[in-house]
């Protein structure tokens, strides 16, 4: 056989080698969105599917703690009691989920505190004691219940507690069964009246106690927003007068920078004074990823069940302090970072205390987005995620993005991931790796309260862009977390240190999404409008500043007009950004005139070469306003109109994303968000102005 024989037999061996292998993955794509359906057809039967694969879990749940139970007994039967305990705390937590507060429940806790008697820790079994003793006062019959106050009372006298032990007891002699009660009559209004009194004080009590919660989460609320403004305020760099971008390296924790000619490094500030060393250890590091669930629509806790009960256990297992020694002193509260307000919650109470910052990473930064969607929660194991399908609420949160050292500007660093078009087969997926990668580092759903405190902490501590607010709206084919990094590389590139916020409505996140993005994005305006009354009204910030990219012009523009007559005194709307819209022309030129005055200055940013905008055309049969036809891009009263055909960076891209692609474009955004500068001609980049019969605009020239 000659050589190139053999080449091809290769080849073509190589060639079903990979077919069989993308078979399985091929199939079952075809499956999740088969292709006789419709996007939202796939949508609804994945719903379905997902109950059916609930109510499978719920039936093999029930079976796992039929088992578990049985395990423990066996393990109880040969006196391997520790081995026993992970196995009870799993099944409480199981029958928790099934039964809430019901008898089941108590008993897991008495098997939990029966294991822990067991082994000799009383301290351990008695929180969970008296847990069941009060479900089993609650439960109709009171069953079990002075098997189980005995028990509880025979493990406070283990642990020394002999005033606990009597008066456990003595409940049992005070609250005799309900056969056994007499009839009341007139000498026992006395005692009725002791009852209603003991009754008026438990709630005071209640009340008082409440009241301290509430006030314990709003200290931690700003605990939390100061801890953010250290960190954040420890990662930034001196101020540079030169022009913004850089390419770092990240060999060493003081980045060295080449590229560019006249490219200087990223400014750098001075880091706040570290406050005194505490009295206790401090706490382990964080991890890498912040796992939260979103809060309930109707307020509330955040957790469920489950993450509450292993809290609960994981404080059991430690060893208590024995009784009778005496705490250790309280640590001296450190004072607060450089710059940061006193009452981030915007209230009168004493300033927060939080842990010393932590050094930053030297591969790293951390860039905070606050975020609001409309879209759905997606089930995720390890981290709050969302979706394509539409929640029909909003919801918010922080989130925290890593972006690395060497970072160059204008791109956002991903993991490099082979995909078959059109089918959900991964091929390859690159290792995601904050030293060279945009990662999330954190993602927390917040209650508004809780994100307004944070949002108000980094107003405070801004400088450059003082008491400014930058919203991004995404466009079509774009995900949650694809939003949030780009979100991230803006603010990163433009040095913007107010508040950087996303606002991520439901795309699908795929090439053939486009009508079902469409109406996502028009389904999307009342909680945009929301969002945006939140960033306008509440946050405190007295420049507000919206970029909007490709689909996301149309519900920005139909809220802004919505908002005109209703933006609060002494808040500036000062730059509106539209970027490629994909808006037909003659609904954005009308939309236009509606929304003309509202802000300081509107900036089209329009282009000939984007492919994006070509498909739209050619769908809709109209051009868009991102456009720029043969006569000359769209011109209106108000609006400076830029053509940045010529502004490129990769021969293989659709062009629809030149505003964040390109290092002089983001320039001169920095340069309208500073400075408010315009016409453009006037600023740094010096753009050609063009004159037509209709108006004047502008056109980028890339430098030679």
Known sequence: MSARQMIAATRIFLFLATLCALAPDTASAAERWPPWQSYTEAVEAAHQKAQQAQKRRAAASQ?????????????????????????????????????????????????????????????????????????????????????????????????????????????????PPPEARPAPDVAEEPAATDQETAAKVDDEAGAAAAAAARKAEEDAARARAAELIRRQMAQRYEPSPSVRGRVGSGASPAPSFSGRQGIEPKRQYARPPAPPPAAVVPPPPAPPVDIVSPPPPSGGSSRDSSDQDFTVLDELDRDPPSAGASPPPAAAPPPPAAGAPDDPAGGSGPPPTAAPASVPDPDWQIVPVYWGTDRAVQPNAERLAFGSDRARRLETGLAEVTVPKVHEVPNVERPWVVKIPYFDVTLYAEKEDPKKHFTLKSIKAMTREELLAQIKARLAASKDYKDQALVFVHGYNTSFDNALYRTAQIAYDLDFDGAPFLYSWPSGGAVASYTYDRESAQASVPYLREFLDMVVKETGAKQVSVIAHSMGNQPVMDVLREMRNATPEGVVISQVILAAPDVDADTFSNLARSINGLAKNVTLYVAANDRALTVSRNFWGSYRAGDVPPQGPLILPGIDTIDVTAASTDTFAINHSGYASNNRLLDDIGELLRTGLRPPEMRPLKFGKITTNAGDYWRYVPAP
Do not use: C, M
């Open 63 to 175: 079976n796992t703690l039929t088992n578990l139970n049985a395990r423990i007994e066996q393990l109880k039967t040969a006196k391997k009691y520790s081995q026993a305990v992970p196995l009870a705390r799993r099944a409480l937590v199981l029958t928790r989920q099934k039964h809430a507060n019901g008898i089941e429940t108590a008993a897991a806790l008495e098997t939990l505190a029966g294991l822990y008697e067991l082994l000799n820790k009383p301290a351990q079994a008695a929180p969970l004691l008296k847990q069941a003793l009060d479900i089993r006062q609650q439960a109709p019959g009171q069953p079990d219940v002075a098997a189980t106050r005995e028990r509880l009372a025979v493990v406070y006298d283990q642990q020394g507690k002999a005033a606990e032990a009597q008066r456990v007891r003595g409940d049992a002699v005070a609250e």
